[in-house]
């Protein structure tokens, strides 16, 4: 079946401006992650879903990161005035409960300029 | 944060010899997982090893757990040039809130 897709795959950005990343989880998976790598680092939790809810956003490094899950499916994650220290991959996971073997969609690169 | 610590930071083997690499935690752990990552993009998952386990076998993968140690092992046999990749060890604890917590990785290169 269908993995967990993110969209885009890249994007390219201007310091300052707002950018939105899409997450796509497998179906059925209630629980939905993002999280975010810079280069030669592990992942870094940023929030976790739970159907519509975010069960966990305390990795959510400021109030310019925003991530919704409206009808507990499809995940955008917002980040507002964008700083070039936000350029990192932002990687979503899907599962079906908290304690579960997560499955990782590619990723999305984001460059601040 | 990460809570895991994976050791050494980089290992080079020639293909067909054994790679070996280390995770050490800090804290109780449900379980411990281990994932692949090529090219700095998407993760595949290997192995789940819950606290009351203390090895598991998947294919050419051995993992092992010492909770009273707090540290994981995993084993990869006899190497290939595909096994080229980072590998991450992650945990999940309840005090952390039941999400996975990276450790930094394991830059892993196979010589053909």
């Known amino acids: 079946g269908a993995g967990v897709s993110q969209t885009p795959s890249n994007k390219v950005t201007e310091k300052g401006k707002y950018v939105e990343l899409r997450c796509d989880p497998i179906s059925g998976h209630t629980a939905l992650y993002w999280y975010r790598q810079s280069l030669g680092q592990g992942p870094e939790f940023l929030i976790y879903?739970?159907?519509?809810?975010?069960?966990?956003d305390s990795g959510l490094p400021n109030d310019r990161f925003f991530a919704v899950r409206p009808e507990g499916s499809v995940s955008t994650l917002k980040i507002q005035r964008t700083e070039r220290g936000d350029s990192a991959v932002y990687l979503c996971a899907s599962s079906f409960g908290p304690i579960n073997e997560q499955f990782f969609g590619p990723g999305t690169r984001l460059t601040v300029l | 944060s990460q809570q895991g610590e994976e050791d050494p930071q980089a290992l080079s083997i020639q293909e067909g010899e054994n790679a070996t690499m280390n995770c050490s935690y800090k804290?109780?752990?449900?379980?411990l997982q281990w994932y692949r990552q090529n090219s700095g993009r998407g993760l595949v998952h290997l192995i789940l090893?819950?606290?009351?386990?203390r090895e598991k076998h998947s294919g050419r993968l051995r993992v092992t757990l010492d909770t009273s140690k707090k540290s994981s092992s995993l084993l990869i046999t006899a190497s290939r040039a595909a096994d080229t990749a980072s590998y991450f060890c992650a945990t999940v604890s309840r005090a952390a809130g039941n999400k996975l917590t990276f450790g930094g990785g394991t830059r892993v290169l196979v010589k053909p």
């Open positions: 804290t109780s752990i449900n379980n």
């Open positions: 090893i819950r606290s009351n386990e």
């Open positions: 879903f739970q159907g519509t809810g975010a069960a966990d």
